[in-house]
């Protein structure tokens, strides 16, 4: 599959702070999705984006789908502790057929 | 509730040993797939399957088997020719038409190969 470009590939912040992390492609995709894993368990399904320019929020979590529909933002509004574990991304197009393709991941620490 | 079940939580092998890794769901979804998860790697595809008794071979599919004789049941066996596979294996399941809704992931094993 293809190999999406995340960024940043970690980040460690104070609680309060806001977060910012993107996923770019070369390709266009239908689908963006954002996942959240905590340390030692399977990535769980945050937002679903499915229309270009899509804003969704869920809790303090936004996510967009980008105008050229070749990448996608997610935003963290004041942190907390429990924000901690890995954030990834996930694109699916006509050429995925079933399989998404996954970023490397964001790892996100907060410090109290 | 319905879910999908990763077992063990925990698996410790001897190097050159096959170990199975099983995977079980009941939320009826048609396709199964399993990852490989490195540090700062992402997640990897081993193998996938869309159907009962069909499977297909995802990018890291060298020293690894899988059968799906059920629909519920997707085991992975890491044999002997796999030459490093220490790491943290994650299956996951969808729906055969909605992908878009993305995948249920199950708990994760971590096998350690000594």
């Known amino acids: 599959g293809q190999q999406l470009n995340q960024s940043p590939q970690s980040m460690f912040i104070q609680e309060g702070e806001d977060v910012s992390m993107n996923c770019t492609s070369s390709s266009i995709f239908n689908t963006w999705l954002w996942y959240k894993q905590d340390p030692g368990e399977g990535p769980v399904l945050l937002i679903a984006l499915y229309k270009a320019g899509e804003l969704t929020s869920n809790g303090r979590l936004t996510a967009q789908f980008g105008i050229t529909r070749k990448d996608s933002f997610l935003n963290i509004s004041a942190s907390i502790p429990s924000d901690v574990g890995i954030y990834f991304c996930?694109?699916?197009?006509?050429?995925?057929?079933?399989?998404?393709?996954f970023g490397k991941g964001t790892s996100l620490l907060v410090t109290p | 509730d319905g879910g999908i079940t990763q077992s063990p939580k925990y698996l410790f092998r001897k190097e050159g040993q096959n170990v199975t890794l099983s995977c079980e769901q009941n939320l009826n979804h048609d396709a199964m797939y399993w990852y490989r998860q490195d540090p700062g790697q992402g997640l990897r595809l081993i193998y996938y399957s869309q159907i009962v008794n069909d499977f297909q071979k995802g990018d890291i599919a060298e020293g690894y088997s899988v059968s799906r004789e059920k629909k519920e049941s997707f085991p992975l066996t890491v044999t002997s020719a796999q030459k490093n596979p220490t790491a943290f294996y994650l299956c996951a399941s969808s729906t055969h038409d909605r992908v878009d809704r993305g995948y249920t992931f199950g708990s994760g094993t971590r096998l350690t190969v000594v």
């Open positions: 996930a694109g699916l197009n006509s050429n995925s057929g079933y399989a998404l393709n």
